[in-house]
């Protein structure tokens, strides 16, 4: 069974990233979905405070009219 | 009767089994309480004493502390307690699997109650299933008499609402017609009647609706939901049951809680729906995808759409009302497009609750030409006193940037065109930050008596249900979690605090607009009000005296918009001429439908 066919939309991340500016922010953002095995994400929000970055990432596992695997039975 | 030992075993955090003594004696059984600062050797030696049914200990985790309750319970094995006893864990951070790890007979943690504490000792099973939860579905409009406690305002949308009832009558639309082919449809059997009046019916419909209709050939993104995913679907509504039913409300004053749904796919929204309702949301609103606003007749069959807002189908409003919770409110938009009679009638069939109408705001903000609107719109209100739903109101042209006393103006005249024809109205104000306030700066001091003065000066002149939307908070939430939770259960405390019927909350991911709602963001969101109202219970916010001269304001202001509104021949005549909203205000009248309004004696032409 997999843990990521069971979310039913979307998964959202936040943290704080310690970075130099809020564009290195931006791109460490990026790149933590890309690292964490998520692929591209949507960055939702996002602060640089002159110290790091606050950011909430989202990855959307199944939208809207696509084939939810959550509403399939579970292989015996 | 039970003979039961209470621990407290932590020295400051015995509140919780204090609570559970006090219960279980009420209930008959012989309870003892030790002192938090006795030593677990006096502990097993107090327990070894006397032959208990039950020894309940109460603890926190701590580092250390789980080595700690391990050997506790290693004494009590070895002093032979444990032979005839049974030991019960409970705290905050304590789970039934840390619990059994542990070696106790059984835990309860944070989410546990008192009475399943109980249940457990008396061994019987758990009374507070969701079957206990059973709840009675509300009549938002039902203790409303619609009179008018300012005689001037009562009196002139009383000439605005007669001058528009007479202009309107003998006029027709395509819309209108559509909705009385509906209404023969439910009525015939006959194949062959059937497939005239459809043909009909396709030939009053744009071309992509008739396609689609005809042909299947469907507009973008749209597609049937398949025979398995309906019974998918309907296999996991009967399987799932909600665990501990939660309630928003700390009593029953507090406004009923809507949300929207609108995913683009009736199954998302379901399951959405059904996680929402066991945290205690009353109702839902179905938004719709604008293009649906826009076409010459509606789309039929249980549809899925990848894009922003639901289809509302009469099959996929059934739908959703068969799977939500027989208690829950559902509401249907209809307020701003060219199918407002017929969407309110196919909701009606498929079981909605409630409608929403605003010929105004559909005019001005929603893009559909005024006459059009008008003359659909109170075809529509007929439709909704038939079938006895209430429909709302919604100020939304305030995000246009129309001044709020306008906009509530506008709310006004449709109450009382609704009164005439018989029809409940729910008037929608904004609790928002919208273009003119923050342009004339009305919420610079605080968020409080501005908001707060529009439900006092729409209290002053009529007695009807208030449900401030929508969502309340609107434009003051950003794409931060927590900011955005916040200002929603600020802004839902005030609601409370002045008494209003219901309110329509975001979620935590509203104010993104590069996706669909999540539902884990809903339940934020949902959490956020839960404590707000239980922070609030029964006390309310203070405006400030500036409440007051807002109050007065909005009232001269309404009184103002509707003598100049007065002096047009009709509504659609007024509106066109910028009197509830101008050009400068931001507000332009819609053009959608220009042009199709015919007078019934004419043809109504085909739209292929």
Redesign the interface.
């Known amino acids: 069974m997999s843990a990521l066919n069971k979310v039913i939309d979307a998964v959202d991340v936040e943290t704080y990233l310690m970075c130099s500016d809020a564009h290195q922010g931006h791109s460490l953002a990026l790149q933590l979905g890309k690292e964490m095995n998520l692929g591209d994400v949507d960055i939702m929000f996002e602060e640089f405070d002159g110290y790091g970055v606050r950011v909430r990432l989202r990855k959307y596992i199944h939208r809207p009219a696509q084939k939810y695997h959550w509403l399939e039975s579970d292989p015996q | 009767m039970k003979k039961i030992l209470c621990v407290p075993f932590d020295p400051v955090h015995d509140v919780g089994i204090k609570l559970i003594k006090n219960s279980l004696a009420e209930r008959g059984h012989c309870t003892e309480l030790l002192p938090p600062d006795l030593s677990m050797e006096e502990i097993v030696k107090k327990a070894a004493a006397t032959q208990y049914d039950y020894i309940l200990v109460s603890r926190t985790l701590g580092y250390g502390v789980a080595e700690l309750l391990a050997r506790f319970n290693d004494l009590l094995d070895a002093a032979g307690v444990r032979e005839s006893t049974k030991v019960v864990l409970g705290g905050k951070p304590i789970t039934p699997e840390l619990a059994a790890e542990l070696g106790f007979d059984k835990g309860f943690g944070e989410h546990s109650s008192i009475d399943e504490v109980i249940a457990y000792i008396e061994d019987r099973p758990l009374n507070g299933t969701a079957d206990n939860h059973k709840r009675t579905k509300p009549d938002i409009a039902s203790h409303y008499f619609y009179s008018f406690r300012h005689k001037r305002i009562g009196e002139l949308l009383d000439t605005i609402a007669e001058k528009t009832l007479h202009w309107a009558e003998g006029k027709s639309s395509s819309g209108i017609e559509r909705c009385k082919i509906q209404e023969e449809l439910s009525a015939v059997s006959d194949p062959s009647q059937k497939k005239r009046l459809t043909d009909r019916y396709n030939s009053l419909c744009d071309p992509v609706i008739a396609d689609a209709n005809s042909k299947k050939i469907f507009p973008k993104?749209v597609?049937y939901i398949t025979d398995d995913?309906m019974e998918?679907?309907r296999l996991?509504i009967r399987e799932k049951q909600p665990l501990r039913q939660q309630n928003i409300r700390h009593h029953s004053r507090q406004p009923l809680i809507f949300k929207f749904l609108g995913?683009?796919?009736p199954?998302?929204d379901i399951?959405?729906a059904k996680i929402c309702e066991r945290y205690g949301v009353n109702g839902f609103l179905i938004v719709n995808p604008s293009w649906e606003a826009r076409y010459e007749g509606l789309l039929h069959g249980l549809l899925?759409?990848?894009?922003d807002g639901t289809i509302t189908s009469e099959e996929n409003i059934r739908l959703m009302r068969d799977c939500l919770n027989p208690s829950t409110l559902l509401t249907v938009r209809a307020h701003r497009g060219l199918n407002t009679p017929e969407m309110i009638y196919l909701a009606a069939k498929a079981g909605a609750d409630m409608t929403k109408i605003n010929l105004v705001y559909g005019s001005l903000g929603a893009g559909t030409d005024p006459e059009r609107l008008t003359v659909d719109g109170l075809y529509a209100m007929k439709i909704a006193a038939e079938h006895n739903m209430a429909f709302d109101i919604p100020g939304n042209d305030e995000l246009s940037g129309v001044p709020a006393a306008k906009s509530l103006a506008g709310l006004l005249i449709n109450v009382m065109l609704g009164k005439k024809l018989g029809a409940k109205a729910i008037l929608k104000p904004l609790f928002c930050y919208g273009p003119d306030i923050v342009l004339h700066g009305q919420m610079k001091q605080n968020f409080v008596d501005y908001n707060a003065a529009k439900i006092r000066a729409l209290r002053s002149i009529v007695d009807a249900p208030i449900w401030p939307g929508e969502p309340i908070a609107f434009m003051t939430q950003?794409?931060?979690?927590v900011q955005s939770a916040n200002a929603t259960s600020y802004h839902a405390a005030l609601a409370a605090s002045t008494g209003v019927d219901a309110i329509t909350i975001a979620s935590t991911?509203e104010a993104?607009s590069?996706?669909?709602i999540?539902?884990?963001?809903r339940i934020d969101s949902i959490r956020a009000v839960t404590d707000a109202f239980r922070f609030m219970g029964d006390a309310s916010f203070q405006p400030t005296a500036a409440a007051d001269n807002f109050t007065d304001d909005f009232v001269r202001k309404i009184q103002s918009a509707l003598e100049t509104v007065a002096a047009y021949a009709n509504l659609p005549e007024a509106i066109n001429a910028g009197a509830l909203g101008s050009k400068e205000d931001g507000a332009y009248p819609g053009k959608f439908g220009k042009g199709t309004v015919r007078n019934s004696e004419q043809q109504i032409p085909n739209h292929k």
């Open positions: 993104g597609r995913e998918n679907v996991l995913s683009g796919c199954t998302m399951v959405h899925t759409h990848e894009n950003t794409e931060e979690r991911d993104f590069r996706g669909p999540t539902i884990a963001s």
